[in-house]
C-alpha cells in the first residue's frame, strides 16, 4: 500500500552535515508514525529518530542535538537532518512508515562518516 524510497546517505568527513530524504507513495493515511533506523557492520537495527502520530517526536540519546527529523508534506517526503557526524554514525539508515498495523520500510542508504 506504501513504498517508501530513502536516498541521500554517501560520505562525510567527522563533523560534518548531510541530509537523509525518504520519499513515500502510495495510500498514505492521515494517522502514522514515521522515523528513521540505522544498522552499523556488528549491531542489531537501533531507531534513530521517529515522529509519532500524536505529534510527538523522539531520539536517540547518541543522535540527541544532532539528528532531526522533519516532512515537506507536499512531496510526501520525511528527512533526517544530521549534523556534527560522528564516525560511529556510520550506518546504513532506514526510513520508516508506520500505519495502522502496517509498518513499511526503505530500502537503505549508506552513511559513512571518516576521517
Known sequence: QVQLV????????PGGSLRLS?????SIFSIYSM????QAPGKQREMVAMRLSTGTTSTEDS?????TISTDNAKNTMY??????KPE???VY???????SHVYWGQGTQ????S
Not at 532506514?94 to 495502522?100: I, N, P, T, V
Open 80 to 85: 533526517l537532518q544530521m549534523s556534527s557526524l
Open 35 to 38: 522515523g528513521w533506523y540505522r
Open 89 to 91: 554514525d556510520t550506518a
Open 111 to 114: 552513511v559513512t562518516v571518516s
Open 22 to 26: 525518504c520519499a513515500a507513495s502510495g
Open 94 to 100: 532506514y526510513c520508516f512508515l508506520s500505519q495502522g
Open 6 to 13: 530513502d536516498s541521500g546517505g554517501g560520505l562525510v568527513q
Open 63 to 67: 543522535v540527541k542535538g544532532r539528528f
